[in-house]
């Protein structure tokens, strides 16, 4: 414990000396940080401990100590250890700033020739372990212009699984942010994630994984989703999607055709992916999997997910049904000659007669998302505007069911309700005096057995 504050405060005074030959040491301090959090649990326990600074001593060294300076050894200290203790205190490193931090020491490697590999891979391991926890990290990344940097390591790396393997991860982090899934998918994103994914391979299944998260969170843009159907993409999941189910026979491998799903279920969220999936024979092919799934308890998430698929993807039609699809035929009383209900009655049987309007306003998709991404805060306070809380006003009104003069003839079965009753002193036959209310000031007369 001593050891550990002596070397922080080691740190702290090198972020105010600023002369040259301290980078040797400051790499020196930072490698016994290292050894130490890796060693002992007490170092650990201490460093992530609500009272301790030693995080933001780190943070704030990395930032005041440029990274030409100390070199790549100095940067990867930091990285392991903030690796080793990210997953207890990841939030405390988004609090004091670490996410943007990192970020600009991503942007300040990635500009050498070629970036060091292993600097990379700490970093953006880094990146995807803290990033859920920073829910505006996809925003930074964007401002410092870091986004395209993990998508150009993935294009130029796609053969060397170690380093794209955590940019995959900071990717699918990113995708979360609408405007960053429009913007990456323009830099070529959802053709590069068809590259990595791809038939049954037992080999490289995590990277595969994170391949499909990623690609399902791009997909949820109706812009990717499009660029995806006009490719043919949808063809290619179904076929992915049987290729595994049926390779896959002991089922280890169920989050992998899931995510498959995922994708399928984004894409089809538009019009032209729903016909897409109909067009490649999706119906049945998700239908005879899904039959052969149910006699496996593990496998329901796909039964599940594929119902979804099915439920939004089947044809629409009108009612009444005046087709072999319904068991029964309502006949309308009047059917116009001519007219739009005339050319509803004139469709095959097999068309989706019902209009559907859910990809009307996809040209205004980015504008919109970029004005909710700057009012999310100003949502917070007004999202509830719309809920009515006055209570008589949320009373449903009850009326008569016949007028009130039809209802007098009832009265005198019900005297209780019109009549003004009052007490009456049965000697003097007078209504008797109302008793004083005890809130009023003077005092109440108890009158005794004998006035009674």
């Known amino acids: 414990s001593s050891r550990t504050i002596s070397l922080l405060s080691q740190l702290e005074k090198i972020n105010l000396d600023s002369v040259l030959g301290e980078s040797d040491n400051a790499r020196y301090v930072t490698s016994k940080i290292l050894h130490l959090v890796q060693s002992q649990e007490k170092t650990r326990k201490e460093m992530t401990s609500k009272g301790s600074t030693g995080i933001e001593v780190m943070l704030a060294t990395l930032e005041v100590k440029s990274f030409n300076l100390c070199g790549y050894g100095y940067i990867a200290n930091f990285a392991y250890v ?4 990210g997953g207890r205190r990841a939030s405390v490193l988004v609090t004091k700033g670490g996410t943007q931090i ?6 300040t490697a990635s500009k050498d020739s070629p970036p060091n590999e292993e600097l990379m891979v700490l970093l953006h391991t880094l990146l995807a372990k803290i990033g859920p926890k920073d829910k505006k990290i996809g925003m930074k990344a964007r401002i410092n212009g870091a986004l395209n940097i993990s998508l150009n390591l993935v294009k130029q790396n796609l053969q060397n699984h170690r380093l794209i393997l955590p940019c995959l991860q900071v990717l699918r982090v990113y995708s979360t942010n609408s405007v960053n899934a429009v913007s990456l998918g ?3 994103v959802v053709e590069l994630m068809f590259k990595i994914i791809g038939p049954f391979s037992k080999k490289n299944t995590s990277l595969m994984k994170v391949a499909l998260d990623t690609l399902a969170a791009l997909l949820k843009s109706k812009t990717n989703a499009r660029r995806a159907v006009d490719r043919g993409y949808v063809q290619v999941l179904l076929t992915i999607y049987v290729d595994w189910h049926c390779h896959d026979s002991r089922h280890r491998y169920m989050l992998i055709r899931k995510g498959v799903l995922q994708c399928v279920k984004s894409v089809t969220n538009i019009k032209l992916g729903r016909k897409a999936f109909i067009d490649a024979n999706g119906m049945k092919i998700l239908y005879n999997t899904s039959q052969e799934c149910l006699a496996v308890r593990t496998l329901d998430p796909l039964v599940n997910t594929s119902s979804l698929i099915m439920r939004k993807c089947f044809p629409k039609n009108r009612l009444p049904l005046p087709t072999i699809k319904s068991a029964f035929h309502f006949q309308l009383p009047v059917i116009p ?10 469709l095959p049987p097999d068309v989706d007669d019902v209009v559907d309007e859910s990809d009307d306003n996809d040209d205004a998709e980015t504008e919109s998302e970029i004005e909710t991404e700057n009012d ?9 505007d719309d809920i009515e809380t006055d209570i008589n006003k949320l009373k ?4 008569l069911g016949r007028p009130i003069e039809e209802l007098k003839m009832y009265e005198q079965f019900f005297p209780e309700l019109s009549e003004n009753f009052q007490e009456w002193d049965l000697v003097s036959k007078e209504p008797k005096p109302s008793i004083p209310d005890a809130n009023l000031s003077g005092p109440i007369v108890v009158p005794t057995a004998s006035e009674e």
């Open 396 to 399: 449903p009104r009850q009326e």
């Open 82 to 85: 903030f690796i080793i203790i």
């Open 376 to 384: 999310d805060d100003k949502d917070q306070h007004l999202k509830n």
């Open 102 to 107: 990192l970020l600009q020491l991503l942007l």
């Open 337 to 346: 000659a001519s007219g739009p209900v005339a050319q509803l009655y004139s």
């Open 186 to 188: 323009k830099n070529g």
